[in-house]
């Protein structure tokens, strides 16, 4: 079995922006040799996500303003309690909950088996600071 | 290690509804031989999921009003900026967003070791033409 | 290649509450022996999720809220039609889906590769019988 890690660190300037990382997994992916695994791809910071879906920025501003709709951004320890901490990022754990911590795609025959439109993106929800991405491939 | 990959086609022919792909996921278990593992079942297209609930059609009908409030069917490239590209499936983008892309089961003594609820479904969001789902099986 | 598998069973007091369980996870990984690999933890009961986020009861008492507010309990079967079938946890079945079935995790140099704040959670969302969780780790 071969194993292979990388780390991305993901610099964001905004709060909340995503960035298309699938280049480096596929560089990743190449770099590990494995023809046949699975190729896991994760935010280690609990405010940002990694999903899967349309390279297209219409649908980011949509869900930038669903995001928003669902869990706005409030500093107030009022509306979250987790601002007592003196955070101001209550907003963004409950959005990568929507958006979700990971994905795990398959590879075959040494590459990525995406579908046609299935894009890898990294989801930040606090930015504006350093942040890591891990991406874990396994297999032979 | 051993690896197996099985693409399903899925032909649903309304907009959005779920279906039970547990046989399926099953069958391709059998045929990978592998005793420990893991398995990935993913949807390849970006308006649909792939998730483990209930085999139960009052949940199903639940989900369905759920997530249409959520993010409702709207055609209109005002309320979606993602429906600006000739698209009205920027709706679908979202729902699939709330009930996930993948799901990853345990293999053990060469079954899926699920609970005894869990049963796997596809989730279509943008029907009415074939898309694909990938089974994906690493173990020994 | 290893592989290891743990069950934990989760017994629960309220309807909704979340339950720290990394050292567990931890135990596992470090009782399977296995230095670079894949960390699979789900729950088994489609009622209840694992999920990864900050080890802080103010964000917690937040999540309780916002799933309240976004699947709101109400035994009514004309609220939700799965309560037509004798049972009252349609909400639960809901609220699972935000929060996610499972997480996956690398496993490098033996531990648990994660970022700084990542704590894994067992998330009950209709509590006071007991359940089970799956830790399933493979690699070598």
Same mark, same amino acid.
């Given at each position: 079995?071969? #194993?292979?890690?990388?780390?991305?660190?993901?610099?964001?300037?905004?709060? &909340?922006? =995503?960035?298309?990382?699938t280049?480096?997994?596929?560089?990743?992916?190449?770099? #590990?040799?494995?023809?046949?695994?699975?190729? +896991?791809?994760?935010? &280690?910071?609990?405010?940002? #996500?990694? =999903?899967?879906?349309?390279?297209? #920025?219409?649908?980011?501003?949509?869900?930038? *303003?669903? +995001? $928003?709709? +669902?869990?706005? =951004?409030?500093?107030?320890?009022? /509306?979250?309690?987790?601002?007592?901490? @003196?955070?101001?990022?209550?907003?963004?754990?409950?959005k990568?909950?929507?958006? !979700?911590? $990971?994905?795990?795609?398959?590879? /075959?025959? @040494?590459? +990525?088996?995406? @579908?046609?439109? $299935?894009?890898? =993106?990294?989801? $930040?929800?606090? !930015?504006? *600071?350093?942040k890591?991405v891990?991406?874990?491939?396994? @297999?032979?």
């Amino acid at each position: 079995m071969r #194993s292979h890690a990388v780390h991305l660190t993901m610099n964001v300037d905004k709060r &909340m922006d =995503f960035v298309h990382i699938t280049p480096d997994v596929e560089d990743a992916v190449r770099d #590990s040799g494995v023809q046949e695994g699975l190729c +896991l791809v994760n935010a &280690m910071h609990i405010t940002a #996500s990694v =999903f899967i879906n349309d390279n297209e #920025s219409g649908l980011h501003s949509d869900y930038k *303003r669903w +995001l $928003e709709a +669902l869990a706005p =951004f409030d500093p107030s320890p009022e /509306t979250y309690h987790h601002n007592r901490t @003196g955070e101001d990022n209550a907003d963004a754990h409950h959005k990568r909950q929507i958006m !979700g911590r $990971e994905v795990v795609v398959a590879i /075959t025959s @040494g590459k +990525l088996d995406l @579908g046609p439109w $299935e894009r890898i =993106f990294y989801g $930040e929800f606090d !930015g504006r *600071r350093p942040k890591r991405v891990l991406i874990k491939i396994i @297999g032979e």
